[in-house]
């Protein structure tokens, strides 16, 4: 079974300034994806970065980026820019690649706060 | 284009009842998933529907259950509650979850059993 870690369960950072969060996952599998998702204090859990395993290359969504290390099994989110609507919940998330398991499963999150 | 509703958002029962916690994915959306998030256990998997089919189903006794309806609509039941119920219930919809698109979540139903 794949097992997703997030080490540091609260982290801050001040406005403007870059904050990196870490993941690390355990799996046997060479094909795979991985998500970053942001949960703020309404609950919905939101999109912010997908990974797919078989590509070398890091995902970029505007401030957010990641970066994919496959051999050490890792996968840390970088925000650049931090903005106080960044606050939240963040959880890494791992997903088999076809076959017929669908389910994520994620971390046990990140808080993030975010410092005027 | 509307998002993932769950209805009720709030919801009380006491020990021992039956509730029912309804789905609507994005239109065009055939896969819906089913999450219980605790402060204790995180997110964790329940079940996952795809075309009425379930397709997965995680490691939750069987007090839980659910089904999906030829709309995509999705519902999940738990039967004989218990006070370790309490949790906040997530729905994810994606066109496919075969495709590996990132899933997206509804706001949830928070459920208090007393």
């Known amino acids: 079974a794949q097992t997703v870690t997030q080490s540091q369960p609260e982290m801050s950072v001040q406005e403007a300034e870059t904050v990196t969060l870490s993941c690390t996952y355990d799996?046997?599998?060479?094909?795979?994806?991985l998500f970053w998702y942001k949960q703020p204090p309404s609950r919905q859990m939101i999109l912010v970065i997908r990974q797919e395993a078989y590509k070398q290359q890091n995902a970029t969504e505007n401030r957010f980026s990641v970066n994919f290390q496959k051999a050490a099994k890792s996968f840390s989110l970088k925000i650049s820019d931090s903005q106080l609507g960044d606050a939240a919940m963040y959880f890494c998330a791992y997903r088999s690649y076809g076959g017929s398991n669908y389910k994520l499963t994620f971390g046990k999150g990140t808080l993030l706060t975010v410092n005027p | 284009k509307a998002g993932v509703t769950q209805t009720p958002r709030y919801l009380i029962k006491t020990r021992g009842q039956q509730v029912t916690l309804s789905c609507s994915p994005i239109?065009?959306?055939?896969?819906v998933s089913w999450y219980q998030q605790t402060p204790g256990q995180g997110l964790q998997f329940l079940f996952e529907y795809f075309s009425e089919t379930q397709r997965n189903k995680g490691n939750f006794p069987g007090r839980f259950s659910g089904r999906q309806f030829s709309n995509s609509r999705s519902e999940m039941n738990v039967s004989t509650l218990e006070l370790g119920d309490s949790a906040l219930y997530l729905c994810?919809?994606?066109?496919?979850?075969?495709?590996?698109?990132?899933?997206?979540f509804g706001s949830g139903t928070r459920l208090t059993v007393v």
């Open positions: 799996t046997s599998e060479s094909d795979y994806y």
């Open positions: 239109s065009g959306h055939r896969s």
């Open positions: 994810a919809s994606s066109r496919d979850g075969s495709l590996g698109y990132g899933y997206t």
